[in-house]
């Protein structure tokens, strides 16, 4: 028989190994709970519940990325510092997001360095995470590494061809660097299919728009400079591509613009001229070079032009223009929902190419 000493101690350590389990089984609740305070931007109080969730299991994985992702989202930078590394430590194969978390924080907490290398360290865990090379993309790009920049930019958007913010940081990197205008036009383009009236809609159609007439000055009535740099017509050092001819159509696309017979179509009638003869030229030079963005953007531009989306796509990229000022695009957009519609199908399902880099 027990001794009642020992059958006390014995009732005691179940009732304590009872209450661990019902504690542990209230971690994952709690941090249903604290993601749902995050997403609503309550951030003080997620983070209430993620170390209610931590007292009750301590060793929660989940839970302690989601506190370090509170801690960033707080700007309490060194504690999102200590809590992602000391969970990367333990676990190397944690997820992307946690170690984008902590390159983050170190970022924000003006280690850029350090920030880069903890983006290198979860890349060699997770080489086909977007959201690593995207971080590292612009850590790269607010140290003025353009090139660098652009080659994890490259990398984001081949890994996902969805994530509209790669392709809005390579276009606009694109169009400041030598011989970049095409592929920065055709980066920016993606990104307003993918976000056509996002609140960063309207500032990448007016870099765009903007693109199109590069070069082009007006100086009277009857007299149009045409300004072509040297180096838009020579290979771009920092991509690989050669986009010469097409550089050279743009701008003399351009300039048919101004020309008399086209005064009374509207300015997206112009750009839609512009861009149509773009895309054929994109279709016609395919495969005449190998670099990034005749890989991977053109053959897109150049197959929608053939299918005869050109008008769903001119139309959707400036719906963000307020219907006061170009009434013809709200027009064009009621009056043809399902073109709309037929071409955005078209274009999620499109196979972008694994192999541009």
Known sequence: MFSKVFLTGWLAAASWLVAQAQSATEAPGLVREGVALYDEGRYEQALAKYQQALAAAPGDPTARAELAMTYLALRRNAEAISTSRQLLQEQPASSPSVYATYGNALDANQQPTEALAAYAQGLRQHPTSYILFFNQGVTLAQRKRAAEA???????????????????????????????????????????????????????????????????????????????????????????????????????????????????????????????????????????????????????????????????????????????????????????????????????????????L
Request: hydrophobic share 40%.
């Open 150 to 356: 652009l080659l994890s930019f490259r990398h984001a958007v081949v890994c996902n061809p969805a994530h509209g913010s790669s392709h809005l940081l390579l276009g606009q990197i694109l169009l400041g660097s030598p011989g970049g205008r095409v592929p920065g036009v055709l980066a920016l383009a993606r990104f307003l299919v993918l976000e056509p009236t996002s609140p960063r809609a309207a500032q990448a159609r007016q870099l765009l728009d903007q693109a199109l007439l590069q070069g082009l000055n007006r100086t009277g009535d009857r007299q149009l400079n045409v300004n072509i740099p040297a180096e838009s017509l020579k290979k771009n050092a920092a991509t690989g591509d050669d986009f010469g001819p097409e550089e050279m159509l743009l701008s003399l696309s351009g300039a048919l613009t101004f020309d008399a017979k086209n005064k009374d179509k509207t300015t997206t009638e112009k750009f839609s001229d512009q861009f149509s003869s773009l895309c054929q030229v994109l279709g016609e030079r395919q495969g005449q070079s190998k670099g990034f963005t005749r890989q991977y953007y053109a053959p897109y531009f150049a197959e929608l032009e053939k299918r005869g989306y050109l008008p769903a796509l001119v139309y959707l990229i400036h719906a963000s223009q307020p219907a006061a000022e170009a009434p013809d695009v709200a027009a064009w957009l009621a009056a043809h929902p399902n073109e709309v519609q037929v071409f955005r199908e078209w274009s999620k399902t499109y196979p972008w190419p694994q192999t541009a």
